[in-house]
């Protein structure tokens, strides 16, 4: 069993890594769930609740690779932010989400011939890519309110 986790530790730890990512996101977004406010609640507070129970999920995934891998999934959080601005919850969103995809790539590059576990993070890394550019998109919106929001208070004033 030693040389087993020996042998997978730079594996077990990129994934613990990642592990703490995802634990990160989940208590982000659970934060930003209940105190989203204004008109985006209804359609913000949703979203960042789906995507709570998402990152835990992945957590749980990738934890049950790094027993079956000999190691020990962490229970080590990542660096979590709070806002009570939409536009900065986002921000903080993508940061971590970025974050995250960064370490399923790290993990494949030292997956090695392991087809299941490369396969799961091939469908992370799709997923974690796929929430970064959804965020992208989000942002850009809210920052072109804002703009507008912005400059109509500016000429009315």
Same mark, same amino acid.
């Given at each position: 069993? $030693? *040389? ?6 730079? @594996?077990?730890?990129? =994934?613990?890594? &990642?592990?703490?990512? +995802?634990?990160? #996101? ?50 080590? $959080? *990542? ?6 601005? @939409?536009?900065?919850? =986002?921000?903080? &969103?993508?940061?971590? +989400?970025?974050? #995250? ?57």
């Amino acid at each position: 069993m $030693v *040389a087993l986790v020996m042998k997978n530790a730079p @594996l077990i730890d990129a =994934l613990n890594r &990642a592990i703490a990512l +995802e634990h990160a #996101a989940g208590l982000q977004y659970q934060h930003q769930a209940l105190v989203v406010r204004g008109l985006w609640r209804p359609v913000y507070a949703p979203r960042f609740a789906e995507a709570s129970q998402e990152s835990f999920g992945h957590a749980e995934l990738f934890g049950q690779k790094v027993v079956a891998l000999g190691g020990v999934p962490t229970l080590e $959080v *990542a660096v979590t932010k709070q806002s009570l601005v @939409l536009e900065e919850m =986002l921000e903080h &969103a993508l940061d971590v +989400e970025t974050k #995250a995809l960064d370490a399923y790539r790290q993990a494949l590059e030292l997956a090695g011939d392991d087809v299941a576990l490369t396969t799961m993070l091939e469908d992370q890394i799709k997923a974690e890519t796929d929430d970064v550019e959804e965020l992208e998109l989000l942002l850009s919106e809210i920052r072109s309110v804002v703009s507008r929001r912005d400059a109509a208070l500016r000429s009315a004033s």
